[in-house]
């Protein structure tokens, strides 16, 4: 008997797979790739997992995969089904862990006593979750099931079954294998590799994101993985507690997965802790290192230096003694480090006695407080790779000077040895790839988040549009070169654009400003389907409708002439009647007329246009096109990157989308007609119950290595070409332009600013790829301009460094200009002197007064620039030419007309007495204001006055000018010339006037001009709030207060039929009590209100004001539970707290006292109280919006934000529409056992009458 197993290549059964080798001994058994999954046989087909696995058993009962018994075969029925819908359903997975984990506790398989069908399925449900990867990672996995997950994957079959899994995805038909060889690498074969025996491994760290660079790190490892049928280990690298967070492990096996890479096995380095301390300890003991307490600078010194450390000879005594210092943590451990005593004299820094253990306190993600002491990457990274059985050791040519290193630990150590093959990393243009700047980019807010499409994340590309089978033909084309070169992205796209292109369904979308209205008479309201794809059938149709009223696009439309027949994608030839012009010679209309009969399309324009019209409304669209983050294309090792970073990085356009954009999917990769490829990133979604908007279709544009297409410029079209006519001129006209503006007596400044613009607009032109002539023409200009600033300067234009206050070589233009110029230019010079005079001072290490008297006088002129222009001094921009201010002109007018012996603003940067004079001003100034306000003796203000004037005369003998921001008296400003009103006129405002002070009972502010305002009226004039005067405190009045009784009643009836009952615990806590909550439980702030008196008696101890009561009534618990029969304890209070660690309180939102409820219930087992946290919460979305009327959206908190101390937090949001903000308006926490961990809360167990199990507690809270 013949059978045929088919697996899908894209989605293949893998339990299928490993069911097919444990059968195909005892039967023949063909097993084929194709594009599904399905059992053939004489007269069947089966197409479902379940069903194939099924038949596949029941062909060998001989080995008893389906069972021994009915039982038996009906607990694998069971697993078979709890594999398919329980393990594969995310919102299930955590609850079908913790029934795995209970029934693997002390069984080796799922059923009986042997390996069955149940095992098989299960398993590999499990190998493809990525639920399980990530509670693995989180390690919520129990021991058992970890165990037995271990044991099925060393089976021989089932190892053998995952060999048959394909790796990259290869085309099948000929020509594209053809390319495929052609595109591919170069691929160094390993040394002393053999096929089925090499183990390679990715050892990220979990400090960030993963970016591209470590993506062709991850899939050249797996190439070589599938390519000796080997092993990949995935290896997290957490030898820094300071770095690594729970939460970059999490998203680090997610981005593994989407780049669909399958790793035999996971680890950490913190797996091999003890083993490390131990082979570190062995090179104590044999004088191959030693302990240094050197401080970090002084050794940095000595081995750029090639000094030996004075404890290098330490005997071994002595580094045991200070090793168990380190052990323990201590003061003067943590001063310490390990050093390998390798060769100090070495050419090869990295051999220069390198630093292999580091004390450091910090909570471990993984091992918590349990180390003191961690091993650094060099150190650990060669023990791991030999102790885990890794072959190659695949590393980027950067650590080429460290291989030595390397070696030397693994012969000192006597360890296996393991090959080291080096490849280039992946350098790309305009583009920085360190994690230090990455998250700079976040943490500044110039980036949405790591995966902000502008990032080099694996996230961020993939948002961007990039296909996982893009990137990996990228990096295959690079093959194992190690030759290290700059990357354009142009390239990775170009190869994106191979994967994209045949399967992108084309659309059409035109830009809603300027659209222009097409009149087709004759024309008839219809549709057609056409092909989404004109080469591809299988991507599916679309609708295309027609009718009289078109809309096609405004640079489209200019390009229409009377008569012209052009094509209308997927219609047709039509002939252009009319078009009528604005007078501003824009189109404003265009007629035309069906000529559908006419099918020459050769020479023809091409026009993308869409019928507006009522049967098929347009999809409001938001097109995104995207800038490189930094604007220099390679940045040397010198540059000060932040000095090319680009702001203006994201440019959106509006636009009108075919109506068959609404049924886009997020993600989905689609064409524009003539505008370039497209990703979904937020579909369209109709006018939202929360929001009371409707969302736009958000569409990110995807590079292809070429120009971004414009809508205009089709072939065939002479209008067209006059276009492009008209860009040539304007390019041609470009340095003139520039030349001009260079010319017209610009200062120096304004020389600076002109050339970092020009700059940027050619760095622009070239990243859009536009035509060579108009990049030309713009370096020229750029290039005429660069020669006019050393013209005018004496030295040539950097980046980031302010021109001269003073050169010695003038334009004519700077020789006509008056002696003082404008004020607002004579201050920037300046302070751009003053700066330079405090940068110089610094590096020559000045007095610390000389240079705190400098920095002060920067300030102060610093300060009389912003007076002068409004606005804050920035190196490079270019000050007003006129200063808004009458009397400032009137100042630079007076100055300039002085004797010529008049010091000017131009000038004083010269004379440092002049400086220091502005510096005691301003320090007399002050001290006169502080008698004044001080209420001192009138005399001693005098005398104090007497000498501030004593200051400003010197100050204006010396310089010629009043001293800036002195006191002057106001000039009397002359009242408007209002004509009187009419009698008429008159009495009607006279009425009106009446009418406004009768009466103020309605709302005076309006909503969409001032929400604050508006919100406190409407509390107020509707008698539901009375302002108090302690901030954050307010009287609820009987209005405000019913509401909340209302509240109050509903949900105490639901509560009590759970069986809850009210208590009331005292509003007083401890501080002992308050402090020992924050002991135990990370990022808790108790920011509390404090009672320290009674009367006017110090209290012994601080008491605080209940912010919630956990602290208050979990003693209790422990008091009262003693039993399993005591359990479950579901308590409930009404109470008031106050919170006080806000400074804005706003009525009913954030108050600093409030009322609210807060149940507190524990529980035997895990399950029973993850059922109440959801039950309360649904109760509590019944509550707004049923009873409030105010729609909210249930959720989960993520891990920063859930309560400190629970396991996990549930939260109802409801949105603010007129501040477009959300709110969290209840929250309902699993405690798990941490609290009652805290607070001691156990019980005895039924079986073995021990107090060993600790209850599971559950809080939740609704405030008023």
């Known amino acids: 008997m013949g059978v045929v197993l088919q697996i899908d290549k894209s989605s293949p059964f893998i339990g299928s797979l490993l069911v097919s080798q444990y059968v195909k001994k005892d039967f023949q058994l063909t097993i084929e790739w194709g594009k599904q999954n399905l059992v053939t046989t004489e007269g069947a087909t089966f197409s479902t997992a379940s069903s194939i696995c099924r038949y596949l058993t029941r062909l060998a009962p001989g080995l008893c995969l389906y069972g021994n018994s009915a039982v038996e075969k009906t607990e694998v029925d069971y697993w078979l089904q709890f594999a398919s819908e329980k393990l594969s359903c995310d919102s299930e997975f955590d609850n079908a862990l913790l029934y795995l984990d209970r029934t693997l506790g002390s069984a080796s398989y799922l059923v009986g006593a042997a390996l069955t069908l149940a095992d098989l399925s299960v398993w590999a449900a499990l190998r493809v979750s990525a639920a399980w990867c990530n509670a693995v990672a989180a390690r919520r996995v129990s021991s058992g099931t970890l165990n037995w997950f271990n044991l099925i994957a060393s089976q021989a079959e089932v190892t053998e079954a995952i060999a048959l899994l394909p790796g990259l995805k290869v085309t099948p038909t000929e020509q594209a294998k053809k390319e495929g060889q052609r595109d591919e690498g170069k691929f160094v074969d390993l040394p002393g590799a053999e096929k089925g025996n090499v183990v390679v491994r990715f050892p990220p760290e979990a400090s960030g994101f993963l970016h591209i660079g470590h993506a062709k790190a991850a899939l050249l490892n797996q190439y070589y993985q599938t390519t000796f049928d080997g092993k990949l280990i995935m290896r997290f690298d957490d030898t820094n507690p300071e770095k690594e967070k729970a939460d970059f492990e999490k998203v680090i096996l997610e981005d593994v997965k989407m780049l669909e890479i399958v790793p035999n096995v996971y680890s950490h380095t913190s797996d091999f802790f003890d083993r490390i301390a131990e082979l570190c300890e062995k090179l104590l003991r044999d004088g191959k290192a030693y302990v240094d307490d050197s401080p970090a600078e002084l050794m940095k010194q000595e081995r750029d230096a090639r000094e030996e450390s004075k404890h290098r000879n330490n005997p071994v005594e002595k580094n045991c003694e200070m090793w168990r210092e380190m052990v323990k943590g201590s003061g003067y451990g943590q001063e310490c480090c390990v050093r390998a005593k390798i060769d100090m004299k070495s050419d090869n820094g990295a051999l220069r006695d390198p630093v292999i253990f580091r004390c450091k306190t910090d909570e471990h993600v993984k091992t918590g407080f349990r180390y003191k002491v961690y091993p650094t990457y060099d150190f650990a990274c060669p023990i791991v790779d030999s102790l885990e059985g890794v072959t190659h050791a695949l590393r980027t040519t950067e650590y080429h000077d460290r291989d030595d290193q390397y070696h030397w630990f693994i012969n000192a150590l006597g360890l296996r040895q393991v090959h080291i093959w080096e490849y280039a990393r992946l350098n790309m243009m305009n583009t920085v790839l360190s994690k230090r700047k990455l998250t700079w980019f976040v943490s500044e807010g110039l980036v949405d988040g790591w995966d902000d499409p502008r990032m080099p994340t694996v996230r961020g590309v993939l948002r961007k549009g990039m296909t996982v089978d893009g990137l990996k033909q990228f990096i295959v084309a690079q093959g194992g070169s190690r030759s290290v070169v700059m990357m354009e992205w142009d390239k990775i796209w170009a190869f994106n654009k191979k994967v994209i292109d045949p399967v992108a369904a084309r659309f059409t979308a035109l830009e809603k400003e300027g659209v222009v209205p097409v009149y087709v008479a004759q024309a008839e309201v219809s549709k057609k389907m056409t092909a989404k794809h004109p080469k591809n059938a299988e991507v599916g149709e679309k609708a295309v409708w027609m009718g009289p009223n078109i809309l096609i696009d405004a640079a489209d439309a200019d390009t229409l002439e009377d008569g012209q027949v052009v094509t209308f994608i997927n219609w047709g030839n039509l002939r252009i009647v009319s078009v009528t012009r604005r007078a501003d010679g824009k189109v404003e209309k265009v007629t035309a007329e069906l000529n559908l009969e006419n099918t020459d399309y050769k020479r023809t324009s091409k026009l993308t246009w869409l019928a507006d019209l009522n049967e098929a409304p347009l999809v409001p669209t938001v097109c995104v096109a995207f800038d490189n983050l930094i604007s220099k294309a390679v940045l040397a090792k010198d540059d000060d990157w932040k000095s090319y970073i680009s702001r203006d990085t994201r440019h959106e356009t509006v636009m009108l989308g075919d109506p068959e954009l609404r049924n886009l999917k997020k993600g989905e990769i689609i064409q524009l007609q003539r505008r370039g490829y497209y990703i979904c990133d937020e579909p369209h979604a109709p006018v939202s119950r929360y929001t009371g908007k409707a969302s736009p279709c958000v ?318 009226q409407v509390i107020t004039k509707a008698e539901m709030i009375e302002y108090y005067d302690v901030s954050g405190c307010y009287i609820l009045r009987p209005w405000s207060f019913s509401i909340w009784e209302k509240i109050k009643d509903h949900f105490d009836k639901e509560i009590k039929k759970m069986g809850v009952e009210n208590v009331y615990f005292p509003i007083f806590v401890s501080q002992s009590a308050l402090e020992r909550e924050k002991a135990h439980i990370a990022d808790f702030a108790p920011e509390v209100a404090w009672v320290t008196r009674s009367g006017q008696t110090e209290l012994a101890e601080p008491i605080a004001i209940r912010p919630t009561s956990e602290t208050v009534m979990y003693p209790a618990y422990a008091k009262w539970i003693k039993s399993h029969r005591d359990l479950p304890l579901k308590l409930n209070q009404w109470n008031n707290v106050v919170r006080w660690e806000f400074k804005h309180p706003q009525p009913f939102l954030r108050t600093r006292e409030f009322l609210w409820q807060e149940g507190h219930t524990a529980f035997a087992t895990y399950e029973e109280a993850s059922e109440e946290v959801y039950q309360i919460l649904d109760h509590y979305a019944f509550i707004y919006e049923e009873l409030l009327a105010i729609p909210v959206i249930k959720g989960r908190k993520t891990e920063k934000e859930k309560f400190a101390g629970a396991d996990f937090t549930l939260t109802v949001e409801c949105y603010i529409s007129a501040s477009g903000r959300a709110i969290q308006a209840a929250t309902s926490h699993h405690l798990g056992q941490n609290f009652s961990k805290m607070f001691e809360i156990v019980f005895e167990d039924p079986e073995t009458q021990e107090k060993v199990n600790r209850c599971i507690l559950k809080n939740s809270s609704v405030s008023q």
Not at 864 to 889: E, F, L
């Open 699 to 1016: 569409l990110f544009y995807i590079p292809d290595g070429k120009e971004m297409p414009q809508p205009t410029g089709t072939k065939g079209s002479s209008a067209a070409k006059a276009t492009e006519s008209k860009k040539e001129t304007k390019g041609r006209t470009a340095k003139a332009e520039v030349s001009s503006k260079a010319s017209s007596g610009a200062s120096t400044a304004e020389l600076y600013a002109l050339v970092g613009s020009q700059g940027e607009k050619v760095r622009k032109l070239k990243s859009k790829k536009a035509d060579k002539e108009a990049v030309d023409v713009e370096v020229k200009a750029l290039l005429a301009v660069k020669a006019d600033y050393k013209k005018a300067t004496g030295q040539d234009w950097k980046p980031g460094q302010a021109p001269p206050a003073h050169s010695e070589k003038t334009t004519k233009s700077e020789e006509a200009k008056p002696a003082g110029g404008s004020e607002s230019g004579q201050l920037y010079d300046l302070v751009a002197a003053q700066g330079d005079k405090v940068r110089q001072l610094k590096s020559e290490k000045a007095g610390k007064e000389v240079i705190d008297t400098a920095v002060k006088a920067l300030l102060a002129v610093k300060a009389d620039y912003k007076k002068a222009t409004g606005q804050d001094w920035k190196p490079g921009q270019v000050p007003p030419a006129q200063s808004k201010d009458t009397s400032a002109q009137e100042k630079v007018q007076k100055a300039t007309t002085k004797e010529s012996g008049a010091m000017t603003q131009d000038n004083m940067a010269a004379n440092p007495e002049a400086v220091n004079l502005k510096v005691q001003i301003d320090q007399q100034g002050e001290k006169v204001r502080q008698l004044k306000t001080g209420g001192a003796d009138k005399n001693e203000i005098a005398k104090e006055v007497q000498n501030l004037l004593a200051l400003k005369a010197q100050y204006k003998e010396q310089t010629g000018l009043e001293v800036s921001g002195a006191a002057r008296k106001p000039e009397k400003k002359k009242k408007p010339d209002v004509p009187k009103p009419t009698p008429k006129l008159e009495k009607k405002q006279q009425e009106s006037s009446d009418i406004k002070h009768k009466t103020r009972l309605g709302l005076e502010a309006r909503k969409e001009e001032n929400l604050s305002e508006w919100f406190s």
